[in-house]
């Protein structure tokens, strides 16, 4: 590295902070030129208009650089078309033929030191002289080029390899559809269909309610207390509690109706997550819940909790509850609707059958999948170094 030299950003590139153009001008029909406001344009290095301006106030052009700079602090896209840019972004445009990749690429291994640069109280932010006063580790441009080419083809190997992983993880969730298609449709284990029952799910459970808003209740979240799952706990089939809230005591005492018993069933009714399901365990016994989970205790005597989660997560019954709930400002299940679902239910001997036959074929799924994350995850470290060693010098001779 005797050749390369640490610069100011500003010593070798442009720094243009990005400003909002005036509402009226916005459109989503083409006219203009695209405008970006920040990191929800981006994709994996291109961004995507979806709205333009017909008085733009900043332009970025192709081959600048765009660096989110207002919540988050950090990410990064290259401009490959002449674009409008709003405040939540600023244009890094290179100078004296240094490649923008490499420029991009260096920041994208230093995002992390990035981030935590950001400022704010309400939301993170970085100003232009932070960025104008990054220091980069210049290498000649013969050489810029060259590490640019090499991380590019390590990249593509890398990203061939998780493009793979992903397509398995999709044929995963087909094959976990199929299952539940053919579980609740009683073609999952040998059943005599004739003694099946049409009912509703209202009809074959105890408790069909909701919880409340804590805030709304004067309380706030503890270290300590009861267990409160949110709609970021019930996932698809199972229970998230990395991140559980707890509540007082005293809570419960106010909403006794959806304190939470071992077998419960929640599903999520409120926001993007509508239809997540999951079982209540002994873990969360005694718990409760906001008001954008729906807490459905069933009939033991005529439904298994596992059979009526399952139904829930099913495609047809998923359709359906997609197609009735109502978008307002946020997308909205109501319990009434639950308690009217139909409910194909073999008998309670069936059920159980039909729940081990479930968990059986689904458990090896369960374990590739976790194979799948743990090596997504790993294929973004690798990446990472990959950048780490580029700009120590280490990767190209």
Request: aromatic share 6%.
């Amino acid at each position: 590295m005797t050749s390369w030299e640490l610069k100011k950003l500003s010593d070798v590139c442009e720094v243009i902070m990005g400003q909002s153009p005036p509402g009226n001008t916005y459109n989503k029909n083409g006219t203009g030129l695209p405008f970006f406001q920040g990191k929800t344009d981006f994709g994996s290095f291109y961004p995507t208009p979806s709205t333009w301006c017909t008085k733009p106030k900043k332009i970025a052009e192709p081959n600048d650089i765009l660096i989110s700079v207002r919540a988050p602090v950090g990410p990064t896209n290259m401009c490959n078309l002449r674009c409008c840019i709003g405040r939540g972004l600023t244009a890094i445009r290179t100078k004296d033929k240094i490649n923008p990749k490499f420029v991009l690429y260096y920041l994208r291994s230093v995002e992390a030191d990035i981030t935590s640069m950001g400022t704010g109280s309400t939301f993170q932010a970085i100003s232009k002289s932070q960025i104008a006063n990054l220091e980069i580790p210049l290498a000649p441009v013969p050489v810029q080029n060259l590490i640019v080419s090499e991380i590019e083809k390590q990249f593509s190997r890398l990203d061939e390899a998780v493009a793979a992983l992903k397509r398995v993880r999709a044929s995963l969730k087909r094959y976990k559809a199929s299952v539940l298609k053919a579980a609740v449709e009683g073609k999952l284990v040998t059943s005599e269909q004739k003694k099946w029952k049409t009912t509703t799910v209202g009809e074959v459970s105890e408790v069909v309610t909701k919880g409340s808003s804590p805030n709304w209740q004067g309380f706030e979240y503890s270290s300590e207390g009861v267990v409160f799952v949110r709609s970021q706990n019930v996932s698809w089939g199972h229970l998230d509690l990395s991140d559980v809230a707890h509540l007082p005591l005293a809570f419960n005492k106010k909403e006794k109706k959806s304190v939470l018993r071992t077998g419960d069933v929640l599903l999520n009714i409120v926001g993007a997550s509508i239809g997540r399901a999951a079982v209540a365990t002994k873990s969360i016994e005694g718990g409760n819940i906001n008001q954008a989970v729906a807490v459905i205790r069933p009939l033991r005597d005529r439904l298994l909790p596992q059979f009526l989660m399952c139904y829930f997560l099913s495609e047809k019954v998923q359709k359906l509850i997609h197609a009735q709930k109502v978008d307002v400002a946020r997308a909205n299940y109501s319990l009434d609707q639950i308690r009217k679902l139909p409910l194909h239910l073999p008998p309670l001997d069936d059920q159980h059958r039909i729940v081990e036959e479930i968990e059986s074929r689904l458990s090896v799924t369960e374990e590739i999948e976790e194979a799948i994350d743990i090596n997504l995850k790993r294929a973004e470290r690798l990446r990472q170094a990959i950048l780490k060693k580029a700009f120590s010098g280490r990767l190209v001779s």
